[in-house]
């Protein structure tokens, strides 16, 4: 092959190879939009969660964990709502106590999102 080929050739997978990472970038980005709504959500139900343990003592022995429904803060004045876009969604917070600390893994669902390992026996 002479050179003028090769640069042809170099320029294609070049422009391919830049194409192909906008889209990816683009994807990415539409992905990121859509979903940070239903992360703000979980996150308000965590800091529900948080406020609702502390003023309840509601606190898990060692090794074990408590499971609180947004059906529980809602009766209890706990929460106002879990709504996006006019939309209630379902949800249920896992309070972990691992000797030292407590964390909390929030998990929602709604018509459009589900997050990732949600248990629909456990809302």
């Known amino acids: 092959m002479d050179l003028k080929k090769m640069r042809m050739i170099s320029y294609v997978w070049g422009f391919l190879l830049f194409l192909l990472v906008a889209?990816?970038?683009a994807i990415g980005f539409i992905y990121k939009n859509k979903t940070e709504k239903y992360v703000k959500l979980e996150n308000k139900l965590e800091e529900n969660i948080k406020a609702y343990v502390d003023e309840k003592f509601i606190y898990p022995e060692d090794g074990k964990n408590v499971k609180i429904t947004y059906q529980?803060?809602?009766s209890n004045d706990a929460i106002d709502n879990l709504n996006i876009d006019d939309e209630?969604?379902?949800?249920?917070?896992?309070?972990?106590?691992?000797?030292?600390t407590f964390k909390y893994q929030t998990y929602?669902?709604?018509n459009d999102y589900k997050?990732?390992?949600?248990?629909?026996?456990?809302s």
Do not use: A, P
């Open 72 to 74: 529980e803060l809602k």
């Open 88 to 100: 209630e969604c379902d949800g249920y917070g896992i309070v972990l106590h691992d000797g030292s």
């Open 108 to 110: 929602i669902k709604c």
């Open 23 to 25: 889209g990816l970038t």
């Open 115 to 122: 997050t990732k390992n949600y248990d629909k026996n456990l």
